[in-house]
T-cell receptor, first 116, second 113 residues
């Protein structure tokens, strides 16, 4: 079974631009979560999608948004990029559980975003 | 407010010895805890978990201990191997209708040959 895939793996943008990152979950997984990893803050939860609906959201500004498609693939978008948005963006998918998502998450390799 | 804390940023141990990685949490609603391991240029991979109804869970060389009254958990790796060198993240969640994990900042483990 293929793992979680994320594209692109590396991205360089300039301040003020916008960016879209893509995530394909493991087949059969319907929950997709996004995390931002920075050296000082560790992994911080951005949002989670399940069946095309945002089910949970972290404490990030509205510049960060996401969506999920009917095939469970997910995208996240960051508008008006700032230098501080430079980070590794990780996507994770979860197999179906009793309440629609289990707690064990399977991570992709991440997209390394650099904002200049 | 850091709800999951890994206060030691790094740990170095000799091959064959025990590695003990500590994690503290503040949110009493957390009832499920996980450890993830991360190599450079890769996403975190699930290692072991423990439910709050248990105080110990073992999987091969890895054992996680949970002390609910102290809001403390620890990961023991015995014996440590050079391939265990990685960043280890502690994570916590409240089981329910969502999959939000709250992570600590990670501990870099170095196992010396």
């Amino acid at each position: 079974k293929a793992g979680v895939t994320q594209t692109p793996r590396y991205l360089i943008k300039t301040r003020g631009q916008q960016v879209t990152l893509s995530c394909s979950p493991i087949s059969g997984h319907r929950s997709v979560s996004w995390y931002q990893q920075t050296p000082g803050q560790g992994l911080q939860f951005l949002f989670e999608y399940f069946s095309e609906t945002q089910r949970n959201k972290g404490n990030f500004p509205g510049r960060f948004s996401g969506r999920q498609f009917s095939n469970s693939r997910s995208e996240m978008n960051v508008s008006t990029l700032e230098l501080g948005d430079s980070a590794l963006y990780l996507c994770a998918s979860s197999p179906p559980g009793l309440a629609g998502g289990s707690d064990e998450q399977f991570f992709g390799p991440g997209t390394r975003l650099t904002v200049l | 407010d850091q709800q999951v804390k890994q206060n030691s940023p790094s740990l170095s141990v000799q091959e064959g010895r025990i590695s003990i990685l500590n994690c503290d949490y503040t949110n009493s609603m957390f009832d499920y805890f996980l450890w993830y391991k991360k190599y450079p240029a890769e996403g975190p991979t699930f290692l072991i978990s423990i439910s709050s109804i248990k105080d110990k869970n073992e999987d091969g060389r890895f054992t996680v201990f949970l002390n609910k009254s102290a809001k403390h958990l620890s990961l023991h790796i015995v014996p440590s191997q050079p391939g265990d060198s990685a960043v280890y993240f502690c994570a916590a969640t409240q089981t329910g209708a969502n999959s939000k994990l709250t992570f600590g900042k990670g501990i870099t483990l170095s196992v010396r040959p």
